[in-house]
């Protein structure tokens, strides 16, 4: 039997480690423009888009990522769509995140105060005018904080994806241990690359938020 | 040829009907204050005519105009009348100049050098020439409303409504926005106002309109309701019964 030293274990995760990070950039940025579209709608003028992006809110909200997973895994290609791990963890966490990020962005939007939407009603601009130069200005500085804070969750998201086959770090994690039984070691190492991915990200948005406040304006 | 034709308008909030049936023609260049209690409906009316509030029944056009609920119709409607309101609502993120820029280059694509030039003009009628960079916190409430104001006028609105314009200003910050207020009156402009301040009603309006209980209770030019009050409501709300 082949000695593993603790460098090849660390080497190996970290080489994984590379696909956590691409997945959650790639879910995240999918996530942020799906987001978009489901937030316009969910604050749209048309009731009836407004309850559809709630509904699509509340199933991806209301039902486990690991759920979402498997159904896309799994029923996709009961429709003759033949998905790979990766295309599958790459769409179920994007529509994940692009629920979440609606719903974030939603309350931002909703705690400009009324007046603004008034007063730019009143100079004879548009639902879409209206939100594109005077109100997603204001919030997207709101909205700042959440948004990265949520991003911890996506990269914490991409372990689930271990179990449709995609070899990211968790895979990784469990494929090593197979070969080293040195569980408590591996995955040690591997919550450590977890926390060493997410724990800036939750500080830069404690920073970001406390930042922002003081600030609160431009200059 | 009125300018606002309001007719037989109604409006309801749930059960409590807040308009019942309100008729008021407003000719071009007249100035027009609203008074009454709170709750006497005069903000509403206000509020209605460039369709912030949709109305139940009766119709307001505004130089040809129709309020209807629709996004063509407003624009049609609110590219005739501008607002400005008791809270100044200027845009925080935007410079004074900006905020004055904005509807012009947004609604009417003007370029952005003959938004900036008209901004420019427009400051300086409300004596605000020098503040073109400033934010809206770095300005006094009474330089906020009249950047509102600046901003209002640089999409050339026939009429103008104002919503108790002066009423969240310190009392020695009112004079500076009645100031503008009463210069364009003077040039003519269309002005449909809600207020409290009697004097400047008195001094500055072709009409007075006395609003109770959702009804035009009393009408007439100033000298008549302020002097004049033929019903006990009016005398009772100017405290002279």
Not at chain 2, 58 to 75: C, K, M, N, T, Y
Not at chain 2, 104 to 119: G, T
Request: net charge neutral; glycine share 8%.
């Amino acid at each position: 039997m082949t000695a593993f030293s603790t460098w090849d274990i660390v080497s190996n995760l970290l080489l994984a480690a590379r696909w956590t990070v691409l997945l959650s950039l790639l879910a995240f940025v999918g996530g942020g423009v799906v987001g978009l579209v489901v937030l316009y709608a969910r604050i749209a003028r048309r009731a009836w888009l407004r309850r559809a992006a709630g509904l699509y809110i509340e199933l991806f909200q209301g039902t486990p990522l690991l759920m979402q997973l498997f159904l896309i895994f799994f029923g996709l290609p009961l429709l003759g769509l033949d998905v790979s791990p990766w295309a599958a963890a790459f769409v179920s966490l994007t529509l994940w995140s692009s629920a979440f990020l609606a719903e974030i962005w939603r309350g931002c939007v909703e705690s400009i105060p009324k007046g603004q939407w008034e007063a730019s009603s009143s100079l004879a601009m548009s639902f879409v005018e209206q939100l594109r130069y005077v109100i997603l200005p204001q919030s997207m500085r709101i909205a700042v904080p959440p948004t990265v804070g949520f991003s911890v969750q996506v990269v914490k998201g991409t372990a689930l994806t271990s179990i449709i086959g995609f070899v990211e770090l968790s895979k990784a994690a469990t494929i090593i241990t197979n070969a080293t039984f040195e569980p408590f070691t591996v995955y040690g190492f591997a919550a450590l690359i977890y926390f060493a991915l997410c724990w800036p990200l939750s500080k830069s948005s404690q920073i970001l938020e406390r930042k922002l406040n003081v600030a609160h304006h431009h200059h | 040829m009125s300018l606002i034709t309001i007719t037989e308008v109604r409006k309801s909030f749930g059960q409590n009907e807040v308009l019942k049936g309100i008729n008021l023609d407003i000719e071009p260049g007249e100035v027009i204050a609203i008074i009454g209690k709170s709750g006497s409906g005069k903000s509403t009316l206000l509020r209605c005519v460039n369709g912030l509030e949709t109305i139940d029944q009766g119709s307001i056009v505004v130089a040809g105009a129709q309020l209807a609920p629709d996004e063509l119709h407003l624009r049609a409607l609110r590219l005739k009348v501008g607002m400005i309101f008791q809270g100044f609502n200027l845009f925080p993120h935007l410079t004074a100049g900006r905020n004055v820029m904005l509807s012009p280059m947004v609604v009417k694509k003007v370029s952005a050098k003959e938004a900036e030039a008209e901004a420019r003009v427009r400051l300086e009628q409300v004596g605000l020439g020098h503040k073109f960079d400033a934010y809206p916190d770095q300005l006094s409430g009474g330089q906020q409303q009249r950047v509102a104001i600046a901003r209002a006028l640089a999409m050339k609105p026939l009429a103008l409504l104002c919503d108790e314009i002066t009423s969240a200003l310190d009392p020695e910050l009112v004079n500076e926005v009645l100031a503008v207020v009463k210069a364009l009156a003077e040039e003519g402009m269309t002005l449909l106002m809600v207020t409290h301040e009697m004097r400047f009603a008195r001094e500055v309006c072709d009409r007075v309109v006395f609003m109770h209980q959702g009804r035009v209770h009393e009408i007439g030019p100033p000298e008549d309701v302020f002097a004049h009050p033929r019903t006990p409501e009016l005398k009772q709300f100017l405290g002279v019964a």
